[in-house]
Antibody, heavy 118, light 108 residues
Framework: EVQLVESGGGLVQPGGSLRLSCAAS????????MFWVRQAPGKGLVWVSR????????TYADSVKGRFTISRDNAENTLYLQMNSLRADDTAVYYC???????????WGQGTLVTVSS | EVVLTQSPATLSASPGERATLSCRAS??????LAWYQHKPGQAPRFLIY???TRATGVPARFSGSGSGTEFTLTISSLQSEDFAVYYC??????????FGQGTKVEIK
């Protein structure tokens, strides 16, 4: 069974940093692109970042470019999102999602809540 | 960036009724459109890709249609578990991968 479990969310002050993790199991993690998608309170889903299967290529939404870094450890079956210079508008539930070869997201985690507030 | 506009924002319907959700793209995305179901506190669920292909395990009451800029998700007979928010997503022109703002299907 495919499972994606996010962790690392919490309350952080503006300007602070946080590192999210997404533990994957039930599939060959190293074969798949992975994504981060977020949902601000009361809002819709927004794509944040994407990484290819071996970690050599990454892409970011303009809103997080230069502040967030996506990475992965294929030996540990774990996806990461390092978030720096956090702002109030980064407050959201962050989901990791697997790419079904074709840029659609066939499995998602339950999400982890990040709250940026003083 | 491709903007997806979903309508209506909220659809009120009774169990057993047919629900028709619309997604319009700001430019052609060919058939590169997916649909997701999302319930509060849960992981989004993958429903449809290629505009009309159901994902594994998705009941036949869910069907997708359309191409280019106009797409529809139809739920032929609403079940209690279908009341949720539905999002369309395009993957023809990326980055960014974009979602519509969602349609909430609520119990009438």
């Amino acid at each position: 069974e495919v499972q994606l479990v996010e962790s690392g969310g919490g309350l952080v002050q503006p300007g602070g940093s946080l590192r999210l993790s997404c533990a994957a199991s039930g599939f060959t993690f190293s074969s798949y692109w992975m994504f981060w998608v977020r949902q601000a309170p009361g809002k819709g889903l927004v794509w944040v970042s994407r990484i290819n299967s071996d970690g050599s290529s990454t892409t970011y939404a303009d809103s997080v470019k230069g502040r967030f870094t996506i990475s992965r450890d294929n030996a540990e079956n774990t996806l990461y999102l390092q978030m720096n210079s956090l702002r109030a508008d980064d407050t959201a539930v962050y989901y990791c999602a697997r790419d079904l070869t074709g840029n659609v997201f066939d499995f998602w985690g339950q999400g982890t809540l990040v709250t940026v507030s003083s | 960036e491709v903007v997806l506009t979903q309508s209506p924002a909220t659809l009120s319907a009774s169990p057993g009724e047919r629900a028709t959700l619309s997604c319009r793209a700001s430019q052609s995305v060919r058939s590169s459109l997916a649909w997701y179901q999302h319930k509060p506190g849960q992981a989004p669920r993958f429903l449809i890709y290629g505009a009309s292909t159901r994902a594994t395990g998705v009941p036949a009451r869910f069907s997708g249609s359309g191409s280019g800029t106009e797409f529809t998700l139809t739920i032929s007979s609403l079940q209690s578990e279908d009341f949720a928010v539905y999002y369309c997503q395009q993957y023809d022109n990326w980055p960014p991968w974009t979602f519509g703002q969602g349609t909430k299907v609520e119990i009438k």
